[in-house]
């Protein structure tokens, strides 16, 4: 059996693996390279592999990063099934056609940008096919289960088997406890494991605090009378807020606010996670039998066309504004924070990952002057963080993760460390080997091993 690394190696976006065995191939997850003028140039680069030859594409959630180049694998000749658990091929379809619409956009100004187009993009929906967790299919020789990763709706681990050999690809793990989704699952037992890193060299505040932490921003925001401003993903950052928003108003902890969901791609995700309620955790699906609305409460209005959007200035303060996109590399939000940024009344609370390159992370990162959709932006505004709102583990919760198998007897042959910014893949491989004698390894970009 083999595996190639072709994605997601020194950095966090562009997740693509190819396994080989015994004349079977397939591709689990193949995303959008994000974040520097240098990574978004990578998504225009040829598959390092005939796309023709694959027999199947994995996709083991709905970020951009993980699916936004399915439809290029399909442009480049693939014609196999696409296998994701149904709500990820739901989301999957809205976020894909939100990115055909900015690289049509971009085309405009620089063509070669359509790396795929509206066909690619249909037939991507003709050969997606929904399954369940543990539902074990096949592709050729290799015999392939979804487990639950515990980080967005219908997320997945993929368990492969072939060759006598298992292998876990952790995909993006969670962040538990979290709202809404069940805590990724355990592992038992693996020969090789691919495990992301995103957060490897990161401890969040307790998940169980955050509810309070984004208490005391409100409150904050409604003692100066200002605008607090929210870069939220439109998938699981903004349903999560949406959820423990309404628990805060339940609980009448919350103020006289106005509340905006501007952003018509989180209003489609958030109809699309009311659809599959079978997938919620225990807490969830209790609210419901008391509150069957558990994303909408008192105060929230929802902008869904760009007139309503530009109504929001001339709504009264205190007021918060939740909009994509969720690095502010696009979307409605950069109209917010191009009026509001300069106030020190106002507050810019991140609660997602921020890529370097991008302009949240350059907000984050303190940077006194951005430069916003062509015009030169002071940064007065207070800024704050919520990592405890980050839906994926952090480093002593990657670490438990691994130490379950260990606890079974079962030490994996090698750990693969992928997904991260060199600093966090590098600080968490050392912890692997240091803290728990496993041989860590940290893949190069295109590089293929045979396991």
């Known amino acids: 059996m083999k595996i190639k690394f072709m994605g997601a190696t020194g950095r966090v976006t562009g997740s693509c693996y190819l396994i080989e065995s015994e004349g079977t191939r397939i591709i689990i997850d193949c995303g959008l390279f994000q974040g520097s003028a240098a990574d978004r140039g990578k998504n225009m680069e040829p598959f390092a592999f005939d796309a023709k030859t694959i027999d199947a594409v994995i996709a083991t959630h709905s970020h951009i990063d993980h699916i936004g180049r399915i439809p290029k694998l399909i442009r480049s000749g693939f014609n196999g099934p696409i296998y994701s658990t149904d709500p990820v091929k739901d989301l999957g379809m809205i976020f894909l056609n939100d990115t055909f619409k900015l690289m049509r956009d971009e085309s405009r100004r620089d063509p070669e940008r359509m790396i795929w187009d509206e066909d690619d ?242 907000i984050k990162d303190g940077e006194p002057v951005v430069r916003i959709m062509g015009k030169e932006v002071e940064v007065r505004a207070q800024i704050r963080e919520i990592s405890a709102y980050s839906s994926h583990a952090d480093q002593p919760k990657l670490i438990n993760w691994i130490k379950n198998i260990l606890e079974k007897k079962n030490m994996p042959k090698t750990v693969f460390v992928t997904h991260g910014e060199p600093e966090a893949s590098s600080e968490f491989a050392k912890k692997l080997k240091e803290e728990l004698g496993v041989n860590a390894y940290i893949p190069k970009e295109n590089e293929e091993i045979t396991l």
């Open 121 to 362: 993009l249909n037939k991507a929906l003709y050969l997606w096919q929904g399954t369940d967790y543990h539902k074990p299919f096949k592709v050729g020789n290799m015999l392939l289960e979804f487990l639950d990763a515990g980080h967005i709706l219908g997320s997945s681990m993929l368990k492969v088997f072939a060759e006598g050999k298992t292998v876990i690809f952790s995909g993006d793990l969670g962040n538990p406890p979290a709202p809404i989704v069940e805590d990724p699952e355990k592992i038992d037992q693996a020969d090789y494991i691919i495990i992301e890193s995103t957060y490897g060299n990161r401890v969040h505040e307790k998940s169980e605090k955050r509810m309070g932490e984004l208490e005391k921003v409100l409150d904050e925001v409604e003692e100066k009378k200002g605008v607090l401003l929210i870069p939220a993903f439109a998938l699981e950052k903004t349903q999560e807020l949406l959820y423990e928003l309404n628990e805060l108003a339940n609980q009448g902890r919350i103020g006289k606010i106005n509340f905006f969901i501007d952003s018509p791609l989180a209003t489609k995700a958030t109809e699309i996670y009311a659809k599959y309620p079978r997938y919620f955790d225990n807490a969830a699906r209790e609210t419901i039998k008391t509150d069957h609305d558990i994303f909408n409460f008192p105060g929230l209005i929802v902008t869904r066309t760009a007139q309503q959007s530009k109504t929001i200035e001339r709504e009264r303060k205190p007021k918060v504004i939740i909009a994509g996109s969720g690095m502010s590399t696009g979307g409605r939000i950069l109209g917010h924070e191009q009026l509001y940024l300069p106030d020190p009344n106002n507050i810019i609370l991140f609660i997602g990952y921020q890529v370097k390159g991008t302009l949240g992370r350059r």
